[in-house]
Nanobody, 121 residues
Framework: QVQLVESGGGLVQAGGSLRLSCAASGKISRILVMGWYRQAPGKQRELVAAITTDGVTNYEDPVKGRFTISGDNAKNTVFLQMNSLTPEDTAVYYC???????????????WGQGTQVTVSS
């Protein structure tokens, strides 16, 4: 089993910054993609940004130019640097990993427990 542990959420004023971290541990043969999703109250969970182990990144339009995703393959860790935060960024942020527990396994989808990000106006 793969466990994802997030940290770094909190309360910040509009215009401020936060940095989220997520570390994967457990039975991991290979991580293919790690990313961040968020879910605001009353809304569906949505992708924020993702990064492959080759360093290819993808950002959703609302966060382009403000958020930066990066990873440390050696530590199975992914980071999300969030700048110029607005109240619309308020949500629970979830770490996601697509990973293979063993070399012969099909990739599975794993989720962290979520970390709250609140941006005050």
């Amino acid at each position: 089993q793969v466990q994802l542990v997030e940290s770094g959420g909190g309360l910040v004023q509009a215009g401020g910054s936060l940095r989220l971290s997520c570390a994967a541990s457990g039975k991991i043969s290979r991580i293919l993609v790690m990313g961040w999703y968020r879910q605001a109250p009353g809304k569906q969970r949505e992708l924020v940004a993702a990064i492959t182990t080759d360093g290819v990144t993808n950002y959703e339009d609302p966060v382009k130019g403000r958020f930066t995703i990066s990873g440390d393959n050696a530590k199975n860790t992914v980071f999300l640097q969030m700048n110029s935060l607005t109240p619309e960024d308020t949500a629970v942020y979830y770490c996601n990993a697509v990973a293979k527990p063993t070399a012969l396994s099909l990739p599975n989808n794993y989720w962290g427990q979520g970390t709250q990000v609140t941006v005050s106006s």
